[in-house]
C-alpha cells in the first residue's frame, strides 16, 4: 500500500534544541559537524518563549547559518505572544537568512492568566507568517517561507479526539502550511493510521515520521511526559533490562530504524530524527536505513524544492 509521494528521494532532517551551558555547547557543535557530513534538507532549532531561551536559539541559528552549509528551520510558538514581538521575530529570521518556520502553539503555560491571549492556535501563526512574508517580498525575491507544522499520530493531549487533530492539520494546511513533522509515536500503524486519515479528510501535504532513537528509559519517560503521550511499555522493558548502555542504544537505534522503515514502506516522502543533541544514535539510524545520500539526491527532496 502506497499512501504518500515516493518519486522523490527522501528528505532527511534533525531536531535540535539550544545548549542551555557552554559544556552543552560544545557537545552540540560536535554534533552539529557531524550532523553536516550526512547533507540533511534542514536542520530544526526547537523555541520556547523565556527571553534567555528564546535568545540561545536565535543564537544557534545563526550559527548554523554562518558557520556550516546546514539550513536552519526555525521553530516559533505563538501561544501568550503579541502580534508584534512575533511579527519582529519572523521579521528577524527572515534578516537572518531563515527560509523556514515550523509553525506552533507550544504548550500552555501553567499560569492561565497568561495563555491563548491573540494566538490560542498555530493556524493564526501561520497566517500571520503569511502576511509578514508579504511585506517582505522584496528582501526574499518574491519567493516564499516553508511553513511546517505539527502533527499527531496519538491524540494530542488537549484533543477530544484523534478525528478533531486530523481537522486541525487540515485547517493549518488550508491556513497556508507546506508540510508536517509528527509528534514521536511508538508504534509504526499510528503513522500509518495518521496519513491514511488525513489523505481521506483532504490533507495534501507531505506528512513526515518524526522518529527518536531512545537509548534510556529516564528519556523514554521524560519525552512520552513532555508529548503527554504514554511511554511503551515494550520498549521501557527492553531498555530497562538491557545489560550494558551499548545495548540500550542498540535497542532504541532499532526501534527507530524500525519505525522509519515502516514509514517508508507506507510512503513516508522522508524521516526526521529527533537527536537530543547527540548525533550518534541519529547517524546509526540513517546507517540502517541505507540513507545516506549522494549531493544530487540530497537537492532533489520535496523540501528542497518546497525551500523549507
Ligand atoms: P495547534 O495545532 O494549535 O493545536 C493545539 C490544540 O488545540 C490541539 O489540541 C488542537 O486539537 C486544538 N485546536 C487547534 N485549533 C483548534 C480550533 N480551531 N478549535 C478547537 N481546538 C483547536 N513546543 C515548544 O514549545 N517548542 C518547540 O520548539 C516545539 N517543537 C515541536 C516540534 C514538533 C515536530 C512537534 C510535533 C511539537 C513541538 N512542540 C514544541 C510542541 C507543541 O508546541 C505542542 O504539542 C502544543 O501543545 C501544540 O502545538 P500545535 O502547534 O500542534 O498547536
Not at 509578514?132 to 518574491?142: I, R
Request: glycine share 6%; hydrophobic share 40%; net charge negative.
Amino acid at each position: 500500500m502506497s499512501i504518500g509521494t515516493t518519486a522523490a528521494p527522501p528528505s532527511l532532517s534533525y531536531e535540535l534544541y539550544p545548549p542551555a551551558n557552554r559544556d552543552a555547547a560544545e557537545a552540540i557543535f560536535n554534533s552539529i559537524a557531524a550532523l553536516e557530513t550526512t547533507d540533511p534538507d534542514y536542520v530544526s532549532v526547537t523555541y520556547s518563549g523565556s527571553p534567555a531561551r528564546r535568545n540561545a536559539s536565535l543564537e544557534l541559528i545563526e550559527h548554523l547559518i554562518q558557520n556550516t552549509r546546514l539550513r536552519p528551520l526555525a521553530h516559533l510558538t505563538c501561544v501568550g505572544e503579541s502580534r508584534e514581538s512575533l511579527q519582529n521575530l519572523i521579521r528577524h529570521f527572515v534578516s537572518l537568512g531563515v527560509r523556514g518556520v515550523l509553525a506552533l502553539r507550544g504548550d500552555l503555560p501553567t499560569d492561565p492568566e497568561d495563555w491563548r491571549g491573540e494566538f490560542p492556535f498555530a493556524r493564526y501563526l501561520i497566517e500571520l507568517i503569511r502576511e509578514v512574508e508579504a511585506d517582505h517580498s522584496a528582501a526574499l525575491a518574491g519567493g516564499r517561507l516553508g511553513v511546517g507544522v505539527a502533527a499527531y499520530p496519538i491524540r494530542h493531549p488537549e484533543s477530544p479526539s484523534f478525528e478533531h487533530d486530523v481537522e486541525v492539520l487540515l485547517a493549518k494546511e488550508r491556513s497556508g502550511a507546506n508540510y508536517a513533522i509528527t509528534q514521536v509515536y511508538f508504534r509504526a500503524n499510528e503513522y500509518t493510521n495518521l496519513v491514511e486519515s488525513a489523505r481521506r479528510a483532504g490533507v495534501t501535504i507531505p506528512i513526515i515520521p518524526g522518529v527518536i532513537p531512545l537509548n534510556s528509559v529516564r528519556r523514554l519517560n521524560r519525552l512520552a511526559s513532555m508529548a503527554g503521550i504514554a511511554p511503551d511499555p515494550i520498549l521501557a522493558h527492553a531498555l530497562e533490562t538491557a545489560g550494558s548502555d551499548s545495548e540500550r542504544h542498540r535497542i532504541g537505534v532499532d526501534a527507530a530504524v524500525t519505525l522509519a522503515r515502516r514509514a517508508f514502506d507506507d510512503g513516508a516522502p522522508g524521516v526526521h530524527l529527533y537527536t537530543f543533541n547527540d548525533h550518534r544514535g541519529s547517524l546509526d539510524v540513517i546507517e540502517q536505513l541505507e540513507l545516506p545520500r549522494t549531493r544530487a539526491q540530497a537537492s532533489n527532496t520535496w523540501a528542497t524544492r518546497a525551500a523549507v
